[in-house]
Nanobody, 123 residues
Framework: QVQLVESGGGLVQAGGSLRLSCVAS????????MGWYRQAPGKQRELVAV???????NFADSVRGRFRISRDNAKRTVYLQMNSLQPDNTAVYFC?????????????????WGQGTQVTVSS
């Protein structure tokens, strides 16, 4: 099992910035990807940004160029720097971790989610 603790959410005015952090603990070996999803009221959870262990990045088009994701493997932490925030970025942001393990002929994947941290952007 992997436990995830998020921090850094809050209330910010449009145009402002926030930095989210997520620390993983427990069975953190074989973590292959870390990142963030979000869910706005009345909407489905959606990808924000994910960084894989090979350094490859996956961003939602709507945040590309404004948000930056990074990870510190030694600290088992993933960060999301959010700049130029807009009211439609208001959502609960969830930390995401994927573990990949097992022999080549039978790869297992597990996914874990944090409790979520509220980000509210006022106009």
């Amino acid at each position: 099992q992997v436990q995830l603790v998020e921090s850094g959410g809050g209330l910010v005015q449009a145009g402002g910035s926030l930095r989210l952090s997520c620390v993983a603990s427990g069975s953190t070996r074989s973590i292959s990807a870390m990142g963030w999803y979000r869910q706005a009221p009345g909407k489905q959870r959606e990808l924000v940004a994910v960084i894989s262990d090979d350094g490859s990045l996956n961003f939602a088009d709507s945040v590309r160029g404004r948000f930056r994701i990074s990870r510190d493997n030694a600290k088992r932490t993933v960060y999301l720097q959010m700049n130029s925030l807009q009211p439609d970025n208001t959502a609960v942001y969830f930390c995401y971790v994927r573990r990949t393990f097992g022999p080549v002929e039978r790869v297992y994947k597990e996914e874990y989610w944090g409790q979520g941290t509220q980000v509210t952007v006022s106009s």
